[in-house]
């Protein structure tokens, strides 16, 4: 692997780097020093408090409304920290990446080890588990694209035999917009209603027989573009402000009936789900790689491509899925692992070429859009990231440890997803989780 | 026609209405004092202004800030008054009906003939040609619906000549999710570059061959429902705020190559040009008719039908397309109008089934959404409301009547659209016009 360029990688990825919160120096803790992740957040019990924008660390959250208060700062962090004091990440996000920069290296300086500003600060972290966490930002537009060629290479193939993957899919990036209205943090989704094929002549109306997760990464925006001018390769990833979680749930049976000819409408616009803290790009610099495709598949075009792109466009991040049914929380059992697959190499396209490609006829993208990456699965059937593609369309349902049979999800399922970077030489970076529980239909 | 019940039409509705400004009361009047849109604007010249919002009346605007400020006003008005005052009409809308028909009725009052306010407000008034619109709201999620059956039927045809209407139509308000970063009110549209297919190996990229129009209608989503609760058919047009006219522009060559298996993306996200005054869902009341299916069709499943919305639910509008291209322009020939079609005869959804089936999974709609109806063809060749229908995929360009051929659009051509309603005893009521002409694409 080449060399990253500064400044891609800096001081703030050094190894060595150790927190004063303690809980941030454990080898498995997705929120080290090297991660600094921003979120939003209340304290638990402080139903009407104003939002609060934190940074994770560790187990606890630097409340950066109590830090601008209470700690001296460089005269460079003020502005920085002025929007964010409000809770108001999208006005930091705006500010543009050399404010990223300067706001990471702020505080990893003030939250590492020896920081002169630690005792300042120490009054103003608060554990995770007391605080409830807020949407990061007002999502504008949510994109959804289908950069998983592993899932749709499974769910083609159970569509059309003889073709699964379509003879665009090599050259474009595939996506479709989402529904922003419906993109959350709850942790219960409602099992949806709607039309589904039938046996008799109307189709029926009711409760979603199918109904599905996605394993997806979300890019967040944090700056945008012009109407009319579309983003270089060069240029793509200096809109991007970090990345989550997205669980995109699906109605399997509300898609099969109403899909055609416009895409997935109903199926997909009653929930997403997104984890709350928001890592940014740069934490990520340690496990880029190179952006391949297999042998004989045609180059990008060139509004896709770039030398950069080629060296250091993908990223090593390990991603899961875990289940807990109804019964197997009951009884005390813990989730299960479900899948367990890799984004470089579930991607057939990185996010600079997500950017590129949506911005190419000259749509504006807006600090706070959403852009999720498809489905990710791997090539393996342990790395399949839906449950679509692990019954094969319900076709083979699996038998899970405790006896229990599993097709779709089932009312009181729990779908909780994680997301990592592990590399040798470098810390761990997390994402962290995102969960939620499914709760039965409305009546109808 | 049924009677229309209370209180969809009131003394707002009395034909004989007059009001004191003249323009209004011509008979080929949009903007008559029965009609009462509101919009933003900026005064020209003063760019730097805050945004007004006003109301359309003949070929003036009243001020609702300076109209707030100098004239007395019953109690009940102020705090309706209060945030159009301030510009902000999403707020306004946010009050839900009963407010929108308390002002309509306050201005109705305001702006009659014999009003004792009309003294004040005459200094509160400006010519439209000396106003900068703006957008009416900040658009949250664009939803586009397919609910033209003879555009959806023609456009199937040319592509699935055995099956032009799939199986799923008669049942599915067919829609799908549109970008709503790039819906504007500006007269400019840019032609977008984009991939398309060729008869190489590689697809190409560059400027859109197959520029197009789509004669839709918007309407404005004013109040919101709770995400997981659907709205039912009883209360669907009370979350509508109002309408306006939508030119969906497409791609089509794009839109050939990309849009399997997610639908349009990149072939509708370029662009999307509404008219900038709303026109209320109550002064449309006029010109209800009843909803009705053709003999032999399925009957709406329950969720999507209604005693209401089968007496009263369709809207008897006018819908017409007009061009004017660069060569007419330089040789002041006027627009040549291309089709005229009619809201009521065109659709096969009504809009109160349109919200009904949004919600139907749960998806919450929220204060500024906009949901487009789909292109509005009737089923004669001078209805086809899109160059794709009448030049049946290019494969029939027209000949215009100075000798130009027309196939898809040209840069420097303008377009606009009309929509408007009549019925005997009841006064014109318009949608004003969204007009736009192409530019050239960039250099890629």
Redesign the interface.
């Known amino acids: 692997m080449r060399l990253l360029p500064e400044p891609l990688i800096d001081a703030t990825h050094a190894p060595k780097l150790r927190s004063w919160v303690e809980s941030a120096n454990t080898a498995d803790c997705d929120f080290p020093i090297q991660n600094l992740p921003l979120g939003r957040f209340r304290p638990a019990g402080e139903e009407h408090a104003a939002v609060r924008v934190g940074v994770a660390i560790g187990d606890q959250i630097l409340d950066l409304k109590l830090a601008t208060d209470l700690c001296p700062w460089s005269e460079e962090m003020y502005p920085l920290l002025q929007p964010l004091a409000q809770g108001d990440l999208m006005a930091f996000m705006a500010l543009g990446r050399p404010a990223w920069r300067a706001l990471r290296a702020g505080l990893s300086q003030a939250l590492a080890f020896d920081s002169e500003q630690g005792p300042f600060l120490e009054s103003c972290v608060l554990p995770q588990k007391n605080a409830l966490m807020q949407m990061p930002a007002r999502v504008?537009?949510y994109?959804d694209f289908?950069s998983g060629i592993h899932h749709a290479r499974r769910v083609?193939a159970l569509?059309r035999p003889d073709e699964p993957l379509?003879p665009?899919y090599k050259?474009?990036p595939?996506?479709?917009?989402?529904?922003?209205?419906?993109v959350?943090i709850e942790d219960l989704v409602?099992r949806?209603?709607?039309?589904t094929r039938s046996s008799g002549?109307?189709?029926h109306?009711g409760a979603c027989k199918r109904l599905d997760y996605e394993l997806e990464l979300g890019l967040w925006v944090g700056a945008g573009n012009t109407?009319?001018?579309?983003v270089s390769m060069a240029q793509a990833e200096d809109k991007i402000f970090g990345v989550g979680l997205l669980n995109d749930w699906s109605?399997r049976d509300?898609q099969g009936?109403?899909?055609?000819?416009?895409?997935?409408?109903?199926?997909k616009?009653?929930?997403t789900s997104v984890s709350p803290w928001v890592v940014s790009w740069q934490a990520l610099a340690p496990f880029r790689k190179p952006y391949e495709r297999p042998v004989g598949d045609?180059e990008p075009?060139?509004?896709l491509d770039g030398d950069f792109n080629r060296s250091f466009g993908a990223i090593n991040m390990t991603l899961e899925v875990w289940l807990q049914t109804a019964r197997m929380r009951k009884e005390r059992q813990p989730a299960l692992r479900l899948s367990q697959s890799n984004w470089a190499e579930a991607a057939y396209w990185t996010a600079a070429q997500l950017v590129a490609?949506?911005t190419?006829?000259?749509?504006?993208?807006?600090v706070g859009?959403l852009l999720g990456t498809g489905t990710l699965s791997g090539p393996l059937f342990e790395q399949c990231a839906s449950l679509l593609e692990l019954t094969q369309g319900g076709k083979s349902p699996l038998s899970l440890p405790n006896g229990e049979t599993l097709g779709f999800l089932q009312d009181g399922d729990t779908v909780t997803l994680r997301g990592y970077c592990t590399a040798p030489g470098a810390v761990r970076i997390g994402l962290g989780q995102v969960t939620a529980t499914v709760l039965p239909a409305?009546a109808?």
């Not at 109407?227 to 579309?230: I, K, N, R």
């Not at 009936?257 to 199926?267: D, K, R, S, T, V």
């Not at 190419?360 to 807006?366: E, I, V």
Request: hydrophobic residues 35%.
């Open positions: 504008g537009d994109t289908y083609g569509m379509l665009n050259f474009v595939i996506g479709y917009h989402g529904r922003a209205s419906s959350g409602i949806p209603n709607g039309q002549e109307q189709p109306f109407l009319g001018l579309p109605a509300i009936w109403e899909y055609q000819p416009l895409g997935p409408f109903l199926a616009s009653f929930a045609p075009l060139p509004y490609h949506h190419s006829n000259g749509c504006n993208l807006q859009d409305l109808c």
